[in-house]
């Protein structure tokens, strides 16, 4: 079998001929395979959605329950068969739940990455090695400037701050979706134990993470305690809500946000952010090609994020390579994720 047999790039998303179903499609189908519950990956309205457990969970908390007509559970390196092709999902290191999705016909192994990251996070399951002929990888931060070193380093800088500015409240922009809860998480570990308070969008999530044995210790919403109680506290907000009125009420607060996208200058002065944290939950560069190359794939496909530099990369590495150009995928939701 070619790989261009097995999966098909479409205006609806990616498509296996095979057995009929689509992977992280941007509009509803009628059958849908999701790598993880952020919103630009998993839509609700599709017939049949199959996914691991925490993502239907996800998906459930965020659209109601009836976000899709059936939902299949899949664990982790269960094989199920769809119409004659075997499909594995595998962890992808992302968020909780999070998936690459590895399909085996006609003698083929492919694997669809989804988003992905390799570095360690307390919050989910690590990123698993697949070996396979084709790799379909995520490419948001597909650049050599791009990398992220370790999250405790950066919160090692937050926690600074916090010494320096300890009648300033600590407001940080972070995905309500796998960021917050890493960030959590990481200050738990770096010995943080004072009470971290929540905007009301992340509590949802947050207690669902500590339904799956995720507990961040001390925590509280913002709502329920005083201004004044919030002097040298740390603050969780979406990233939208660092300049909406609702931060208003802080006075003078130091604005951080926790991502990939704060190892550019320039864009955490646009976004006004006072204490950029690099922290990502996707591949960084050095992350993207080690994975390509220990993938042992002769070829490769590239689809939302920098394809052109990845693709390049691929090709003077001695693979085949090619965009796919998937339009519907992009950056986290700061609504949501």
Sequence with gaps: MRPDELIVPTPAGLFCPPGGFYIDPTRPVERALITHAHSDHARPGHAAVAATGETLDLMWLRYGEDFAGTAQAVSYGERIGVDGTRVTFCPAGHVLGSAQILLEAGGLRLVVTGDYKTERDPTCAPFERLACDVL????????????????????????????????????????????????????????????????????????????????????????????????GAIVLCPPAALHDVWARRFGEPVKSLASGWMRLRARARQRGVELPLVISDHADWEELTATVAASGAGEIWVTHGREDALVHWSVTHGLSARALNVAGYGEEDEDAP
Excluded at 156 to 163: D, G, I, M, P, V
Excluded at 192 to 219: S, V
């Design 136 to 231: 379909i990888t995520e490419a948001t931060f597909a650049l050599p400037v791009f990398r992220h070193g370790k999250a405790p380093r950066e919160i090692e800088k937050l926690l600074r701050s916090l010494t320096l500015f300890p009648e300033r409240t600590h407001l940080i922009g972070v995905y309500a979706l796998g960021k917050a809860q890493r960030v959590i998480a990481v200050l738990r570990e770096v010995g943080y134990d004072l009470p971290i308070y929540l905007h009301g969008a992340l509590e949802a999530t947050t207690r669902y993470y500590a339904t799956r044995g995720l507990d961040g210790g001390p925590i509280a919403a913002v709502r329920e305690v005083p201004r004044t109680a919030l002097a």
